[in-house]
């Protein structure tokens, strides 16, 4: 069975970087779009950033634009997400997944496998 590994999450003071990567079990990453989610607690699981097979169409929420960017390498068949300039919103267990395409606005529902998540806290 196909899984999704993600990694990279740790504490972070405002203003820091982390590096979060999506690794899949064998190769076939390079077959899906892959969405980038969030959940802080007692709330829902917000889609942060997709990117499609093909590299060209990316998305990212509104409030990431300019401090995130997603990026793939099929060959080593992981997904990223540099984080850049963190703010305590940010602070959520991040989750990656696969789907056909990515929406025009990443919903879990369009998603379907999923990793088992990785946390982010930015705090000093």
């Known amino acids: 069975q196909v899984q999704l590994v993600e990694s990279g999450g740790g504490l972070v003071q405002p203003g820091g970087s982390l590096r979060l990567s999506c690794a899949a079990s064998?190769?076939?990453?390079?077959?899906?779009?892959i969405g980038w989610f969030r959940q802080a607690p007692g709330k829902e699981r917000d889609g942060v950033s997709c990117?499609?097979?093909?590299?060209?169409?990316?998305y990212y929420l509104d409030s990431v634009k300019g401090r995130f960017t997603i990026s793939r390498d099929n060959s080593k068949n992981t997904v990223y997400l540099q984080m850049n300039s963190l703010i305590s919103e940010d602070t959520a267990v991040y989750y990656c997944?696969?789907?056909?395409?990515?929406?025009?606005?990443?919903?879990?529902?369009?998603?379907?496998?999923w990793g088992q998540g990785t946390q982010v806290t930015v705090s000093s």
């Open positions: 997944a696969t789907a056909r395409g990515c929406p025009t606005v990443p919903q879990v529902a369009n998603f379907g496998v």
């Open positions: 064998r190769s076939f990453l390079g077959n899906y779009a």
């Open positions: 990117i499609n097979i093909d590299d060209a169409t990316t």
